[in-house]
């Protein structure tokens, strides 16, 4: 079945950098793209960004620009968000989720998330 | 940039009630919303896409309607594992921005 699976929680100082990575299986990995999201406890869901693993072209969310870096391995079938720059604020779950190429196309599925805590 | 209001924040009912959320977008987004679905200490599960058309293995009791800016999720008769936080969403095209709702709890 078509699955993402993210690494593991988390803990970094402020000022340090952030690498989530998100497999990819049960489908063509370079067919669809992969939006990351995060969610800080309590609150709702804040778009980060989205990449084209077939090109490694990328958009990001205006907020994030500068500090968000979305890359790919291919060969792994694996997606990768490094987050620079971190403070406190980007204490949050990121997720990521697969999206089709089709306008209408929504985020499915959602990868289980991984906690990132900054604190010093 | 497209702003989307969902309404309530909290709707509390009881199972076996009717339930209607309200997504309402700042501009006319024709039919590009989706609704999903969170549960406590889970990722979010997608319910609606395009507006209308339910996602596999989603319980009919779950519909969509609307179209251009003002959209509904309703859960025609609510069971104990609908109480959850609701989020729509859009998919922009030009910029490609995804853009959420700030989600309506549905509690017992």
């Known amino acids: 079945q078509v699955q993402l699976v993210q690494s593991g929680a988390e803990v970094k100082k402020p000022g340090a950098s952030v690498k989530v990575s998100c497999k990819a299986s049960g489908y063509t990995f370079i067919s669809y793209d992969i939006n990351w999201v995060r969610q800080a406890a309590g609150q709702g869901l804040e778009w980060l960004g989205r990449?084209?693993?077939?090109?490694?072209?990328?958009h990001y969310g205006q907020k994030f620009q500068g500090r968000v870096t979305m890359t790919r391995d291919t060969s792994k079938n694996t997606a990768y968000l490094e987050l620079s720059g971190l403070t406190s604020e980007d204490s949050a779950v990121y997720f990521c989720?697969?999206?089709?190429?089709?306008?209408?196309?929504?985020?499915?599925?959602w990868g289980q998330g991984t906690p990132v805590s900054v604190s010093s | 940039e497209i702003v989307l209001t969902q309404s309530p924040a909290t709707l509390s009912l009881s199972p076996g009630e009717r339930a209607s959320l309200s997504c309402r977008a700042s501009?006319?987004?024709?039919?590009?919303l989706a609704w999903y679905q969170q549960k406590p200490g889970q990722a979010p599960r997608l319910l609606i896409y395009?507006?209308?058309n339910r996602a596999a293995g989603v319980p009919a009791r779950f519909s969509g309607s609307g179209f251009g800016a003002d959209f509904t999720l309703t859960i025609s008769s609510l069971e104990s594992e609908d109480f959850a936080v609701y989020f729509c969403q859009y998919r922009g095209n030009s910029p490609p921005e995804r853009t959420f709702g700030q989600g309506s709890k549905l509690e017992i």
């Open positions: 501009q006319t987004i024709g039919s590009l």
């Open positions: 990449m084209d693993p077939n090109s490694g072209d990328t």
């Open positions: 989720a697969r999206e089709d190429w089709l306008p209408s196309s929504p985020l499915d599925p």
């Open positions: 395009d507006a209308s």
